[in-house]
C-alpha cells in the first residue's frame, strides 16, 4: 500500500505544489480545502494524472472538530496516514501597521495559522502513535509550512509574523515530544513564493527580487517546497527533528 499525505489547504498554490511532488514521490494524497472545490477537484485530478489515488475533504482549520473530522475523513478512506502537512494559512485580511491594525484580524490569522494547526497536530500526532503501534505505518512524519516571517518583522502585518513565530516554537515543542516515537517534525520556511497569497503584491516583490532582495533572483514556485516536502516524504531527513529548513533563493543570509 501507498503511503498516504494530508496536507491542508492543498486546493491552491503551495499546498497544491506539495500535493503533486508527494503524488510524484508515490503519495496518495488527501487534498483539503476551505472553499473552493473547484480548486481542490483540479488538484485531485493531477494527483490521479501521476498514477496515485486522492480524496478530497473540506474541512475548516479554525474549528477543532473540523480538524478531528478531517483526519478521522483520512482514516477511514485510506486507513493509514503517514504525514500530516500543516500548509493551509491565510495573510491579514488587510495590511494595517501595527499601531493600528485590530484584534479582529489578529484572532483571525492567528487562529488559522497557529491554534487550528496546533491542535490538528495534537490530534493527528495520537492517531500516528496507534498506527505505528498497530505495524500500520513505520515512520509517521509531520512537516510545518511556517514563513520567513517567523523571523523577519513586516510591521504592516504583525500578526502574521506573530503566528509563523509561534509556529516555529510548535514545531520545536511537538519535534521534542514525539522524538520517543520516531516522528519526526520539521519545519518548512518558504520565502517568497507565487501563489493567490502573493498576488495583491506582485508588483512590489517584482521589483524587489529584481534589485537583489534575494541572493537568487526570482521568484520561488509551489513545487519548490513541494520538492522539499518530498524530500522529507522520501525519508531523506529522518534523522533531522525540530528544525528549520529554509526554502526562500537565500533571502536568510546576511549580506555586507
Ligand atoms: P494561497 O495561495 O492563498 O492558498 C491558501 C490555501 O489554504 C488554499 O488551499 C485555501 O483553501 C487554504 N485555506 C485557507 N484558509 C483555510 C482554512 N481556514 N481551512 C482550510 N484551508 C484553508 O496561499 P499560499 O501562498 O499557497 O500559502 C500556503 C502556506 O504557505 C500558508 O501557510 C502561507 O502562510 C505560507 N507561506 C506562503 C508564502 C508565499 O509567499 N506565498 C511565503 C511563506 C509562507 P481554498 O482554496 O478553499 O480557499
Known sequence: MCPVAL???SSRGIG???????AQAGYDILVNYAGNQTAAEETAAAVVDFGQK???CQADITSQSDGKRLVD???????RLDMLVNNAGIAPPVRADILEADADSYDQVMATNLKGPYFLTQYAANKMIDLQQA????TPRIVIITSIS???SSTARGEYCVSKAGLSMMTRLFADRL???????????PGIIQTDMTGPVKEKYDTLIEDGLTPIRRWGQPEDIGKAVAAIGLGYFDFTTGAAIPVDGGFHLHRL
Open 73 to 79: 475523513f483520512t482514516l477511514s478512506s485510506f486507513g
Open 179 to 189: 522524538a520517543e516515537h520516531g516522528i519526526p517534525v520539521n519545519e518548512i520556511q
Open 54 to 56: 486522492a480524496e478530497i
Open 135 to 138: 505495524g500500520t505505518v513505520g
Open 150 to 152: 517567523a523571523y523577519t
Open 7 to 9: 496536507i491542508t489547504g
Open 16 to 22: 497544491r505544489g506539495i500535493a503533486l511532488c508527494l
